[in-house]
């Protein structure tokens, strides 16, 4: 998937630029053509001819050095990338290129390349943890920048932690992989998952929920990341680090859900609503706690809205997936959800199967597509079912497309 690809490779100056050597040198190795643009820190501890020798092409650093009189460098390397890819990315150049500041090569050509920017922080465990690295992060992936997420172990500095630049290695797959998502039909499109439980407050102490973990959801928005789609994931109180590149939205109630997904439909291509949303919600809100009585009590309960019916009731262009998480008679449940809330495909599950439904790790489902076809899956983890699903997917864009 390398080969003949143009990746620019820009190294900020950190101890992990000896990373970056090995990384020019793979990259190079798969056929890529690889273009180096170095900050001067990065030149204190590798020179560029370290770099011009691995890559076999010009090495750049200084703004205002011309190689080429007829052509103004940071524009025409940044307009020649398929790719940029900032390994190792410090915490100065990722604040830089947050806020727009364009004063050396590097954030100088992020700001005029149109093509994808991919980053791989590498810093100290307490710099990656700052509030100010975690808000720069937050925006530039807001842009659509993609993060390679730095491993944990043993730091230069000598604390042990998150910070690790990715291995060589990981980082020439992640690359395979992003390539090769490129010609999925999932590329640029743009998919609202929504994942976890719900909360329906009863007084400041006690709410009503069920056992969704959002596993299963986030699963599938990390997929769908994976394949190059521009992801939304909306989701209930989990206890799940969200999914690198997609945009998460924390939402506690039903209602909270609704409005959120309702505020992002228009826009999207595809729905997949793995959220197992409450039906029903109290009646009455307590401001205070409500005390305990020596009798027993009865707690009136409401409907909440129906999101996923809403959704097939106002679908135009969209591809609308549900689940359906049954204990009995799933196949009939299941396919008369899929008909009655107007969806394209319905992921059936039993939740009384060993090794599925809610909190574990794996999944048992069956895929029943509107045209009445389907698709059985044995046990499987949950990173797989998302896989599968997700190739279906695909498959209903596809058909849409003839």
């Keep these: 998937m390398l080969k003949g690809k143009k990746v620019l490779l820009c190294v900020s100056g950190g101890i992990a630029v000896y990373k970056a050597c090995a990384l020019t040198s793979k990259l190079t190795q798969a056929g890529a053509t690889v273009k180096v643009v170095m900050t001067e820190g990065?030149?204190?501890?590798?020179?560029?001819?370290?770099?011009?020798?691995?890559?076999?092409?010009?090495?750049?650093?200084?703004?205002?050095?011309?190689?080429?009189?007829?052509?103004?460098?940071?524009?025409?390397?940044?307009?020649?990338?398929?790719?940029?890819?900032?390994?190792?990315?410090?915490?100065?150049?990722?604040?830089?290129?947050?806020?727009?500041?364009a004063d050396d090569l590097i954030s100088t050509m992020i700001l005029a390349t149109t093509a994808p920017v991919l980053i791989a922080p590498a810093m100290n465990v307490h710099m990656y943890d700052h509030p100010a690295v975690k808000a720069n992060i937050h925006k530039l992936k807001s842009f659509g920048y993609q993060f390679l997420e730095p491993s944990e172990g043993y730091l230069a500095c000598g604390y042990v932690g998150k910070g690790r630049l990715m291995?060589?290695?990981?980082?020439?797959?992640?690359?395979?992989?992003?390539?090769?998502?490129?010609?999925?039909?999932?590329?640029?499109?743009?998919?609202?998952?929504?994942?976890?439980?719900?909360?329906?407050?009863?007084?400041?102490?006690?709410?009503?929920?069920?056992?969704?973990?959002?596993?299963?959801?986030?699963?599938?928005?990390?997929?769908?990341?994976?394949?190059?789609?521009?992801?939304?994931?909306?989701?209930?109180?989990?206890?799940?680090?969200?999914?690198?590149?997609?945009?998460?939205?924390?939402?506690?109630?039903?209602?909270?859900?609704?409005?959120?997904?309702?505020?992002?439909?228009?826009?999207?291509?595809?729905?997949?609503?793995?959220?197992?949303?409450?039906?029903?919600?109290?009646?009455?809100?307590?401001?205070?706690?409500?005390?305990?009585?020596?009798?027993?009590?009865?707690?009136?309960?409401?409907?909440?809205?129906?999101?996923?019916?809403?959704?097939?009731?106002?679908?135009?262009?969209?591809?609308?997936?549900?689940?359906?998480?049954?204990?009995?008679?799933?196949?009939?449940?299941?396919?008369?959800?899929?008909t009655r809330k107007n969806l394209d495909m319905i992921v059936a599950n039993s939740i009384v199967q060993e090794g599925a439904g809610f909190q574990g790790d794996t999944n048992i489902v069956t895929l029943i597509k509107k045209d009445g076809s389907n698709v059985s899956l044995p046990l499987m983890s949950k990173k797989e079912v998302a896989s599968k699903i997700m190739n279906e997917v695909e498959s209903l864009l596809k058909e849409n497309e003839k």
Excluded: C
Excluded at 51 to 65: G, H, I, K, M, W
């Design 167 to 338: 291995e060589p290695e990981a980082i020439l797959t992640y690359l395979e992989t992003y390539f090769e998502t490129k010609t999925s039909l999932l590329a640029r499109k743009a998919i609202l998952v929504t994942a976890g439980p719900t909360q329906e407050k009863l007084d400041p102490v006690r709410y009503f929920t069920n056992r969704s973990s959002g596993k299963m959801g986030y699963a599938i928005a990390e997929e769908a990341a994976k394949r190059g789609a521009n992801v939304i994931l909306v989701s209930g109180p989990t206890n799940i680090q969200p999914p690198p590149n997609v945009q998460f939205i924390s939402v506690t109630s039903a209602q909270e859900m609704f409005d959120k997904v309702m505020f992002y439909y228009k826009e999207v291509d595809i729905v997949i609503k793995s959220a197992a949303v409450a039906d029903y919600r109290p009646k009455q809100v307590s401001g205070q706690k409500i005390k305990k009585q020596p009798n027993d009590w009865a707690v009136e309960m409401e409907r909440t809205i129906d999101i996923l019916n809403t959704l097939g009731e106002q679908k135009a262009h969209q591809l609308l997936i549900g689940f359906a998480a049954e204990s009995e008679q799933l196949e009939l449940y299941a396919k008369d959800k899929l």
């Design 42 to 101: 990065a030149t204190k501890f590798v020179t560029p001819l370290t770099f011009q020798a691995l890559s076999r092409e010009p090495v750049y650093v200084d703004t205002f050095e011309e190689q080429d009189p007829t052509k103004i460098t940071h524009i025409d390397v940044a307009d020649w990338a398929d790719v940029v890819l900032i390994a190792p990315a410090t915490a100065n150049i990722i604040g830089k290129i947050a806020n727009g500041i």
